[in-house]
């Protein structure tokens, strides 16, 4: 924060990248001591003044904030909006047919890959900004899971199709975890929750 105050309130003109990096530094700062106010408050900034892409991280850590500051209701719409500006699409509802669909056309696309296609995709180099879209959605992904959200199953089902398109990573697994479970209690299908 010194650093921020000394560049002065000017500094995304003067200087966008050290003010980049001085505030994406001070939103890791106060989210590693639980200030989640700071957290927004560095946040917003970069947010406001960065393009959308160069803010990905620093949302994503806001994300998480938010999750952690029991602010679900927040974190699962703000990471909806950031989705749908990476040109995902969720309904603002998400209905038992929805669901339904979603998982049928996951179900669709991961039967053409093996298992050990699957596995074979975790060693697949992802860049990193592929890698930061499933890190938003994980982000998210657990308020949406902690509040029984009904965009459980289908967020899961975006991080499995963008992870077999992309490469798998770690945080890929909870929502194949997710998908064969809702298979297995859902549709009662335990070889299609093989996944």
Request: proline share 3%.
């Amino acid at each position: 924060s010194n650093g921020i105050a000394f560049l002065g309130p000017e500094c995304w003109h003067s200087d966008a990248q050290l003010c980049l990096e001085l505030h994406h530094g001070a939103v890791l700062s106060s989210f590693a001591l639980g200030d989640s106010d700071q957290v927004d408050r560095y946040a917003q900034q970069v947010i406001d003044h960065a393009p959308f892409e160069d803010s990905i991280g620093v949302q994503q850590i806001a994300l998480k904030s938010l999750a952690l500051s029991d602010r679900h209701q927040e974190c699962i719409s703000r990471g909806i909006d950031i989705l749908r500006q990476l040109n995902f699409h969720f309904p603002l509802d998400p209905s038992k047919e929805n669901i339904l669909n979603a998982m049928a056309s996951t179900a669709s696309m991961a039967s053409q890959y093996s298992s050990d296609r699957i596995i074979s995709l975790c060693h697949a180099t992802t860049d990193d900004s592929t890698y930061a879209v499933v890190k938003i959605m994980d982000a998210f992904y657990v308020s949406a899971y902690t509040t029984a959200s009904s965009f459980v199953p289908v967020i899961a089902c975006e991080i499995i199709k963008f992870s077999l398109q992309n490469g798998v990573c770690p945080e890929s697994a909870m929502s194949f975890a997710t998908f064969a479970l809702f298979k297995i209690f859902l549709q009662g299908d335990y070889s299609g929750g093989k996944y």
